[in-house]
């Protein structure tokens, strides 16, 4: 974030080596009150990722010198978190199931609608109104795993996991269910909202992604339970 004459901006990337689109992003989200950076190729979106540790990330898939999904790989081995909305030219299922896996929490398919896009990343953003004052913290735990909901963080037997935003929202989807089974379409209602457009593939690839973090033996989950011909379910 920048502060500017006392406000504080949220930092937005972009990684877009088309300059129309790049100027276009620029020119609408700066109008939206956001602070842009922009790059032209995936080393240069990396080095400012990095430096800069931006409040969101939007990536083209097809960049010169690193590919969206090098640089998205890179930027979650790193360990920086930030939402990253992939772009891209390609509307095939696996790319956007590669985009997913590899940490993007969302994936818009060019030509997009520009009000959608925003609208994506007011969505991305959106954490809630900051609080003045210390409020009491909602944890829920389950096994050997603390999930922190006001810090939003998740330990397992005491050690870090780190978790992007949206597999942390798909978790407490299904935690805050209490014990209901959802379907896919419940899911990417309540965490994208309901004018979102996905496969049942996404919520598969998210489940997975936290099975593999959270449980004891991903193979067999104690937790995030399948319901047959329905969707999932969280047993705490």
Known sequence: ?????????????????????????????ESEGYDVLTAEDGEAGLTLARENQPDLVILDVM?????????????????????????????????????????????????????????R??????????????????AYVFGDVRVDVAARTVTRASA???????????????????GAALSREAIFSRVWGPNHHGTPRTIDNFVQQLRAKLEADPQKPRHVQTVRGVGYRFDG
């Open 1 to 29: 974030m920048r502060a500017t004459n006392g406000v504080t901006k949220r930092r937005v990337l972009v990684i877009e080596d088309d300059p129309s689109i790049s100027l276009g992003l620029r020119i609408n989200l």
């Open 63 to 119: 960049l010169p010198k690193l590919n969206g999904f090098q640089v998205l790989q890179t930027v979650r081995r790193e360990g920086l978190m930030m939402p990253i909305i992939v772009l891209s030219a390609r509307t095939g299922e696996m790319e956007k199931v590669t985009g997913l896996e590899l940490g993007a929490e969302d994936y818009v398919a060019k030509p997009f609608s520009l009000a959608e896009l925003l609208a």
């Open 121 to 138: 990343v007011r969505a991305a953003l959106r954490r809630g109104p900051r609080p003045t004052e210390p409020v009491a913290r909602t």
């Open 160 to 178: 870090s996991v780190e978790m992007t935003a949206t597999e942390l929202d798909v978790l407490l989807c299904l935690i805050e269910a209490r």
